[in-house]
């Protein structure tokens, strides 16, 4: 069910922020219904969603179905536009129509059992579904900043909180980079910072997010630990996170951007340096300035990490 809610909350958030139901349809994932018309369908059962519904049923080409649908002009003029005879009484027409109108439903790939089949337009949310997106608030902000971790585990710390939202998501940050730490799992740690600087994000403090994100930065040049294995898909520079660090502080003019870079750098409590301080800030500076990337991580490995992690 978890994964279900997950999925009911983003159709009904993106509804309520104004996108068009057809964008939703055609870039959603649904995976715990066969189709997203099937999740629109449940959401209407179920009252989330009010509106005009219209359904078709795709039926079985029958003599019986012909004789209902057309009358006899009708059937002559499908005669007709196919070159075969016209004269006759209309059961006699209907028995040479019934193989053309087969034959044009085999050919247009449709379904010949009588399944039912709906569209949905004009659809609105109802009171219980502004009362569910109120009631888990929290799943936007687990879409927003905890993606990369596990949906019920975010759930099932929501659900033991007793405290608001922003401090739960910052908690659940904490204890996953305590649990790292312990465990050398440097990869979850600084997934964890980055988590955290977006819930600071989040909740419009970007003041926070820039700290957390730039020590992302900084750690990612010094990793606290690191393995050979781990080392042979090791991002020493993340794009996403220049990135996001680029647009904060171009846009938001966050001030000196080294007496930031200072403080972090002592916050962080780097024991063994693997690339110097100053050689951290000017590739910092690099990668703000749109230097590429791929570039500078393959300069870092060349210069600071394949010969402290045994590659030759």
Known sequence: MSEQKLEIFNVLNFLDRGYELETILNEGEFGTFSSAEECISYLVDEGYLEGDVEVTADVEITAEYISKKYIVSELKDILRENGLKVSGKKQELVERVLPLLKEAKDKSNLNVSASANKSFENMELTDKAHEFLKENQWIDLYMFALVQFRF??????????????????????????????????????????????????????YESFIDYDLQHFILGLNPIS???????????????????????????????????????????????????????????????????????????????????????
Not at 181 to 194: D, G, P, T, Y
Request: aromatic share 12%; net charge neutral; glycine share 6%.
């Open 152 to 205: 019920e585990d975010f759930e099932t710390y929501v659900g033991g909180s007793s405290v608001g939202m922003i401090e739960t998501g910052l908690n659940f940050c904490d204890e996953i980079i305590s649990r790292a730490l312990v465990n050398n799992q440097f990869e979850v740690f600084r997934l964890a910072l980055s988590a955290k600087a977006h819930v600071y994000a989040y909740d419009g403090d």
């Open 226 to 312: 690191l393995d050979v294995q781990t080392y042979a898909t090791y991002e020493i520079i993340n794009e996403a996170n220049v990135v996001n660090l680029r647009n904060v502080l171009i846009e938001l003019k966050m001030g000196s951007l080294k007496k930031r870079f200072d403080k972090i750098w002592n916050k962080s409590h780097i024991k063994h340096v693997t690339v110097p301080k100053k050689t951290c800030y000017k590739t910092l500076l690099k990668a703000l300035g749109g230097a590429d990337i791929e570039e500078l991580n393959f300069e870092m490995r060349e210069k600071f990490f394949n010969k402290k992690f045994g590659i030759q």
